[in-house]
């Protein structure tokens, strides 16, 4: 008996979209991928590649439909802001992505802050959004409180500063924010809210909600938390899908969250399809949200794809479907990922190339190629990003060492934080937690 392989299509470059990729493949998919940059990784993995301008979604559409393709995901948040989930749709392909409505949770702070406050969702916080100076001005002079100053759109984790972290000063906030009111129109200014963050995703078909394991993701550039904010520089996830530093009834706030999120777009008419990442802050009254997103976090999704069990094909299905089942297995294992970079990432990064023994890989360690092109062994860094390493063992502290015994397969100039994942960091957070 012939088997009928069920075309995806992959649209997305990076780690994650590398993660992806294996998932799809590993549970006999058939992989099209469409990217910016020639990921070595996700061409071995492809029946079918093409290379071009991610947000052409046009060109997208057109080859999607030349390849018959039965089932796309579509993976970078900027795509996400595009017409190419209705368009796709539209010409009767399914899609596990959310539209370019649903993906406004992500796309715009001011929808999904509005969201939570009409829908009466906890975990929202104090927020005013001002598109006048002075108002602004004079919002964040006249109260002692700190503030988390964002722009409303997309900013690739980079555009937040934070009273107290990045920003030194209530004058340096009010600079921030009229900065971001010149280059964009207005400026969102929350109250800023302290605690410990974590990072849960969930698949969703529009009605129901599957939740992975919690993960904690670590963006300023250098250790003990220090230097500028970047997309992300590595993550951490424990063996039973919680972490010992997030309190379980946090998490299961988390939960309740998305899933009243969820529940108040389908109630608006702009159902959820996809991937829902929540960024929560542990506080001491509850669950905070952070931020939304419409797409796995980048790293936090490559550690939970590293752990998933099931078939990642099905898991696509019931979500464009709206059969997804609401719980998936994942290995009662630990993960740490530590992301490799340029020299200077978060200020001035210097590429240049690597070579990498893809040889090393093995139960306990994968490779992920990010925003890279060239071959598996040879590798040619871009201004972001390069390759992230994951260690995958009993506890945190150990998946860390796999990450550290492996890098003599990794032969170039580059930065990482080596601290994260380690016994002496873990110990400290969770003395700052205590």
Same mark, same amino acid.
């Given at each position: ?20 990729? *294996?998932? $799809?493949? #590993? ?18 993995? /492809? ?49 596990? /992505? ?9 796309? /715009? ?68 924010? %009229?900065?971001? $009111? ?17 990072? !849960? ?34 993550? &951490?996830?424990?063996? =039973? ?21 969820? =529940?108040?777009? #389908?109630? =608006?008419?702009? @159902?959820? *399809? ?9 506080? @001491? ?56 970079? @340029? %020299? ?47 260690? &995958?063992?009993?506890?945190? @502290?150990?998946? /860390? ?5 492996? !890098? ?27």
């Amino acid at each position: 008996m012939v088997k009928i392989m069920i075309k995806v299509l992959l649209v997305g470059g990076g780690g994650r979209e590398d993660a992806i990729a *294996r998932s $799809i493949t #590993r549970s006999g998919g058939e992989l099209y991928s469409f990217m910016k940059n020639e990921n070595p990784s996700i061409i071995r993995n /492809s029946r079918d590649y093409r290379i071009g301008d991610e947000l052409d979604h046009s060109t997208i559409l057109n080859y999607a439909l030349e390849k018959n393709i039965d089932i796309a995901f579509v993976s970078p948040d900027p795509v996400l802001d595009t017409p190419l989930v209705d368009s796709l749709t539209a010409k009767g392909i399914a899609v596990a /992505s959310p539209n370019q409505s649903a993906a406004r949770i992500e796309t /715009s702070k001011e929808y999904m802050r509005n969201l939570l406050l009409e829908h009466n969702i906890p975990g929202n916080i104090d927020y005013r959004i001002f598109k006048d100076y002075e108002e602004m001005a004079c919002y964040v002079r006249k109260s002692d409180d700190e503030y988390a100053i964002k722009p409303i759109g997309l900013t690739g984790g980079k555009g937040v500063r934070v009273m107290g972290e990045q920003i030194g000063s209530r004058d340096e906030a009010i600079s921030y924010g %009229d900065e971001v $009111i010149k280059r964009n129109g207005e400026v969102l200014v929350e109250k800023k809210v302290t605690g410990e963050e974590f990072s !849960l995703q969930v698949y969703s078909d529009g009605a129901h909600i599957s939740p992975m394991p919690i993960v904690q993701d670590y963006k300023r550039a250098f250790e003990g938390d220090k230097g500028p904010n970047t997309g992300g520089m590595g993550s &951490i996830s424990d063996h =039973d899908g919680l972490l010992p530093i997030v309190k379980k009834a946090a998490v299961e706030q988390a939960k309740g969250i998305l899933q009243k999120v969820v =529940d108040a777009m #389908r109630e =608006d008419g702009n @159902p959820f *399809r996809g991937v829902m990442y929540g960024q929560f802050m542990q506080a @001491p009254d509850g669950a905070k949200i952070i931020e939304i997103n419409s797409r796995f976090g980048d790293p936090e999704g490559m550690n939970v794809l590293t752990l998933l069990e099931d078939d990642f094909t099905e898991v696509l299905f019931g979500i464009a479907g709206g059969n997804l089942k609401t719980s998936h297995n994942y290995m009662k294992k630990a993960t740490v990922l530590k992301y490799i970079v @340029p %020299d200077g990432y978060g200020i001035s990064p210097m590429p240049g190339e690597l070579e990498v023994d893809p040889e090393s890989e093995n139960d306990a360690f994968r490779i992920y190629y990010s925003a890279v092109s060239g071959s598996m062994q040879k590798v040619k860094m871009s201004s972001s990003r390069s390759l992230a390493l994951i260690g &995958i063992a009993d506890s945190i @502290p150990e998946a /860390s060492d796999i990450v550290e015994s492996k !890098l003599g397969s990794i032969h170039g100039k580059y930065s990482m934080r080596h601290d994260i994942g380690t016994r002496e960091f873990l110990k400290k957070k969770m003395e700052k937690v205590s």
